[in-house]
């Protein structure tokens, strides 16, 4: 079992930064393929990133690529996703996710176990 904790989110306006974090507990967090989605009202949930264990592979959507950053810091147990040159279509909910069998650009949500609480992130135009 891993537990994750989003924190960092907030109101912020267009063309600002955020950094989200992702505290995971519980079972070893390295081998797991770590992702970070988001929902929008209304909206279905959206995949955004995705970082192997091993901090060589990231992927992204292409509505945050150039713009979003995915990291991670195995010894602190965290991921990170550095938000820059936000837009108000940014706004959403957003969620880090855990699992040890999806690749970094599995963008289906149910194939992903674990799942924090959410954190809202608000850009104003």
């Known amino acids: 079992q891993v537990q994750l904790v989003e924190s960092g989110g907030g109101l912020v306006q267009a063309g600002g930064s955020l950094r989200l974090s992702c505290a995971a507990s519980?079972?070893?967090?390295?081998?797991?393929?770590m992702g970070w989605f988001r929902q929008a009202p209304g909206k279905e949930r959206e995949f955004v990133a995705g970082i192997s264990w091993s901090y060589t592979n990231t992927y992204y959507a292409d509505s945050v690529k150039g713009r979003f950053t995915i990291s991670r810091d195995n010894a602190k147990n965290t991921v990170y996703l550095q938000m820059n040159s936000l837009k108000p279509e940014d706004t959403a909910v957003y969620y880090c996710?855990?699992?040890?069998?999806?690749?970094?650009?599995?963008?289906?949500?149910?194939?992903?176990?674990?799942w924090g609480q959410g954190t809202q992130v608000t850009v104003s135009s």
């Open positions: 519980g079972r070893t967090f390295s081998p797991y393929t």
């Open positions: 996710a855990a699992d040890r069998n999806v690749a970094i650009e599995t963008i289906d949500g149910d194939l992903w176990d674990y």
